[in-house]
């Protein structure tokens, strides 16, 4: 018979208790103190009726929202004033489960949410989206949609009301050319733009061996940004027209056509630089731009060198950077508005042709002079080697005002030596002006006004440039029977008309 070692179930029992008893001990333990914390810090809501909650809007807006793209989200917040916490016993939509509206209550998605508690002098994040249904029909766009958001605690209750306009839109040429360089080419024909719903521009699109007809009314809405291509980077959302290209953008006072972002917030209004602009490159020819505005870009318009433009009561407004620059080429404009712009107004550089009638540029708040011209090109880095370009400018009837002492930046390589190469007319014109009438003849300023503390626009400081009731700019112009109205259709005075776009109007 084996000898076996006794089996000592003392130790065994006694080692599992000793370790079941510890285990149990620290739950108990660990119980106790959760109950003991828990009781600390024990959080009550109250059901006092007369606890209010405030929201942070009455109404939320989400401005234009173009079909298929949705919108940007939107917040409210949610606040308990008090020193006692509440409960948020409802959130929702009015339309529930139909609404167009989507709602986010702290990160939990749904058309309501129930039970949420506020803690006291806190707030909760409300969250709402809204996506526009493409389908409906063109007659009811742009259209609103608009509904309720109701909140309930105890028997309080708050409403909300959520509004979205929305529009159909063309895109063109898709939303795929996003930061994309685009060509386009009509094999010397035409595209017409007269779609009443907007064209929303993706890209930079090159336009070449085709002319762009756009009808009065049409609203063209380019999506900028910054965009980059392997190792270039560049302001997105453009139109450019190569030497085969063309644009014809013929509105009317009552129906303009008008380019701008499509940032389409209201805290966008006034922001500039959105989208890169409007461009015609070399020997792009016959450009016609009438009652057309455009917005809220790095440059507005910039015409090189052999190409013409004709602009015909056209505003060019809150660009980042120049209103208008032309480059060795062709300008005519009438009874055209510039304002609010980056570096000047107006940039003429390497000599041109160009004349201005009955038009205003305002150029306040800005550092530099409105106007800038000259009559050469650079041949090296310290431009001590030049080729001229004659310059030929003519200013009729019309304001070159701004918050500088000196509105001019004029530069003539030949420093008056040659006129035939530096043509500079003032004719019946505003000029604000101090040096820089040392670098122009006297024969250059024909009946002009230099401008002192002469009241001149109606409030410069709310970006209103039509005249004041004691302008300096009233019946001091001359008569031009090719141009019988103002920008805005206003009869001009046949005798002494005024100055500038806006004829004065009693």
């Not at 020819?285 to 060198?305: A, F, P, Q, W, Y």
């Not at 060795?328 to 304002?339: F, G, M, Q, S």
Request: proline share 3%; hydrophobic share 35%.
């Amino acid at each position: 018979m084996t000898d076996h070692p006794p089996f000592n179930n003392h130790d065994k029992y006694t080692s599992f208790y000793s370790r079941y008893g510890l285990v149990t001990g620290l739950f108990v333990l660990l119980i106790a103190f959760s109950l003991s914390v828990s009781s600390c810090f024990e959080e009550t809501f109250t059901s006092d009726f007369d606890v209010d909650f405030t929201t942070s809007v009455d109404t939320l807006r989400f401005d234009t929202v173009f079909t298929t793209v949705g919108s940007a989200t939107r917040q409210i917040l949610v606040y308990n004033p008090s020193d006692e916490n509440i409960n948020i016993s409802s959130i929702g939509l009015a339309k529930r489960n139909e609404s167009m509206f989507r709602l986010n209550v702290d990160g939990i998605a749904g058309s309501q949410a129930t039970e949420i508690p506020v803690f006291a002098g806190d707030s909760v994040y409300l969250f709402l989206e809204v996506t526009v249904d493409p389908d409906q029909p063109i007659s009811i766009s742009p259209f609103i949609i608009s509904e309720e958001l109701i909140i309930r605690s105890g028997d309080k209750s708050k409403v909300v009301t959520l509004e979205a306009w929305g529009q159909n839109a063309n895109y063109f040429p898709s939303r795929d050319a996003q930061g994309q360089i685009v060509g386009l080419s009509c094999n010397n024909n035409n595209i017409t733009w007269d779609d009443p719903k907007p064209y929303v521009v993706y890209g930079l699109l090159f336009i070449d061996s085709c002319t762009l007809d756009i009808s009065p009314g049409t609203q063209v809405f380019v999506h900028g940004g910054i965009a980059k291509q392997e190792d270039i980077i560049f302001n997105d959302g453009g139109l450019f027209f190569l030497g085969g290209g063309r644009l014809n953008s013929q509105g009317t006072v009552d129906r303009p056509i008008v380019f701008q972002g499509d940032r389409l917030e209201s805290n966008f209004d006034d922001v500039k630089g959105q989208w890169s602009g409007i461009r015609f490159l070399s020997e792009s020819k016959e450009n016609l731009l009438s009652h057309t505005e455009i917005r809220n870009s790095s440059v507005g318009i910039r015409i090189d060198s052999a190409a013409s433009l004709e602009l015909q009561s056209v505003t060019i407004a809150n660009t980042s950077n120049i209103g208008l620059i032309a480059i060795h080429a062709e300008v005519k404009a009438d009874n055209t508005l510039i304002h609010s712009n980056g570096p000047q107004s107006i940039a003429m550089v390497d000599g041109g042709d160009y004349e201005f009638r009955y038009c205003t540029i305002a150029n306040f708040q800005n550092q530099s002079s409105g106007v800038y011209m000259d009559n050469f090109t650079c041949l090296n880095e310290e431009c001590s080697a030049v080729a001229i370009n004659p310059l030929s400018v003519n200013f009729v009837n019309s304001i070159i005002m701004g918050s500088n002492d000196d509105e001019l930046d004029i530069n003539d390589a030949t420093q008056g030596e040659d006129e035939s190469v530096f043509q500079l007319t003032f004719d019946h014109t505003i000029i604000k002006v101090e040096d820089s009438k040392m670098n122009y003849a006297e024969s250059s300023c024909q009946n002009c006004l230099e401008h002192n503390d002469e009241p001149v626009f109606l409030d410069e400081i709310l970006g209103d440039y039509s005249l004041d009731t004691m302008s300096l700019a009233r019946d001091q112009g001359r008569s031009l029977m090719d141009v019988s109205v103002d920008i805005l259709g206003n009869q001009r005075d046949a005798m002494t008309p005024d100055l500038g776009c806006f004829e004065f109007i009693d």
